[in-house]
Nanobody, 127 residues
Framework: QVQLVESGGGLVQAGGSLRLSCAASGRTFSGGAMGWFRQAPGKERSFVAR????????DYADSVKGRFTISRDNAKNTVYLQMDSLKPEDSAVYYC????????????????????WGQGTQVTVSS
């Protein structure tokens, strides 16, 4: 089993920054990947970013490209999401997720392809 614990959410003004962390414990998968998704009220959970544990390849949703940066610390089994130039439309519950096998032919951008999820952390951006 893998346990994921997110932290770092909160309330910030538009244009501000937040850094989310996701600490993984239990069994980890060196050939896997980690993703960040978000879900606003009344909307479906959507892809934000992903990073592979091995090689560190990344991918971003168009809506956050150039503003958000995903990174990892393999020694700490922790993934980060640095969020800059935040907008009110970025407000959502942010979830981190673990994909056991990074390159299994299944899209990184589909939530159903991730096997483990954290409990989520709220991010609210005021205008």
């Amino acid at each position: 089993q893998v346990q994921l614990v997110e932290s770092g959410g909160g309330l910030v003004q538009a244009g501000g920054s937040l850094r989310l962390s996701c600490a993984a414990s239990g069994r980890t998968f060196s050939g896997g990947a980690m993703g960040w998704f978000r879900q606003a009220p009344g909307k479906e959970r959507s892809f934000v970013a992903r990073i592979s544990w091995s090689g560190g390849g990344t991918d971003y949703a168009d809506s956050v490209k150039g503003r958000f940066t995903i990174s990892r610390d393999n020694a700490k089994n922790t993934v980060y999401l640095q969020m800059d130039s935040l907008k009110p439309e970025d407000s959502a519950v942010y979830y981190c997720a673990a994909k056991r096998v990074a390159f299994d032919g299944r899209s990184f951008r589909t939530a159903q392809n991730y096997q483990y999820w954290g409990q989520g952390t709220q991010v609210t951006v005021s205008s």
